[in-house]
């Protein structure tokens, strides 16, 4: 590989934060001392813990960090959607998304970028793929997770093993050719319909095996309602992939010739 691979100080991560004020800096620093000089934007809903102010002082102390403050919790979806139009208009070659509880570890987050590099238009931190792993979950959010994924590639056909993850990295044309604005999803499902879209657009996806470790400080985002809004949003990317138009021509195709024969 060469020194100076193509994505050194073209990559911007996005972390969306609520209340992780135990986790940020130190997060932010172990990703600015990666290689490469990744930039960082933290896009905090008005953590009621001060995650926000620990963010400003982290910008006002390294021009490579910049934050989004948002009125509240407004969901994560939105989040990387603020974020990918930061990036957007500041002419970022590679936006890579991440969470702020270190389940994804900052180590890892060069493989996704390199693999990006050789061609591949998104590249995800799968649990799913052989390396990959999961550390330290549950076993109720195991089986949701497994489930998800198991339900997206059956009803879906997305083919990316681990589609719920968040641990990504995305050209820049990728998110300038995708329709923003179609998706629906503000949770977690978001990552669901990104994937799905992406491979209805015809991008190259790849997967690097990750260690997904469970959160050790903090609290859980994941609630009840996203599950519930996880499993509409695959009903719902059904049946608009359903051919409906090619559907109802072959109906009406089949009617005609009744008619004649009547």
């Not at 490579?64 to 939105?78: D, S």
Request: charged residues 20%.
């Amino acid at each position: 590989m060469a020194n100076s691979p193509d994505w050194h100080g073209q990559a911007l991560v996005i972390v969306p934060t609520y209340n992780e004020k135990e986790n940020l800096a130190r997060l932010v620093a172990q990703l600015r001392a990666l290689p490469g000089d990744v930039h960082v934007l933290i896009v905090d809903d008005n953590s009621p813990d001060g995650t926000g102010a620990i963010a400003d002082g982290l910008a006002q102390a390294d021009p490579g960090v910049q934050v989004l403050h948002r009125a509240g919790k407004l969901g994560l979806g939105t989040a990387y959607k603020a974020g990918f139009a930061y990036g957007l208009q500041r002419s970022y070659g590679y936006l890579c998304t991440m969470d702020a509880d270190f389940s994804h570890s900052p180590a890892s987050l060069p493989s996704l970028l390199d693999r990006a590099a050789e061609g591949y238009d998104l590249v995800v931190g799968s649990r799913y793929v052989p390396g990959g792993q999961v550390v330290g979950s549950t076993a109720p959010r195991k089986l949701i997770s497994y489930g998800a994924n198991w339900l997206a590639h059956k009803v879906l056909g997305v083919a990316v093993r681990d589609c719920t993850a968040g641990f990504r990295c995305y050209r820049r044309q990728v998110l300038e050719t995708i329709d923003l604005e179609r998706i629906f999803s503000s949770g977690y499902s978001f990552l669901i319909e990104m994937a799905f879209y992406c491979q209805q657009a015809g991008f190259r996806i790849g997967e690097v095996p990750i260690t997904f470790v469970n959160r050790t400080e903090g609290a859980s985002k994941i609630s009840k309602r996203e599950i519930y809004k996880a499993f509409y949003t695959l009903l719902r990317l059904r049946t608009q992939a359903l051919p409906w138009e090619r559907m109802e021509a072959w109906a009406r195709r089949s009617s005609q010739g009744v008619r004649k024969e009547l």
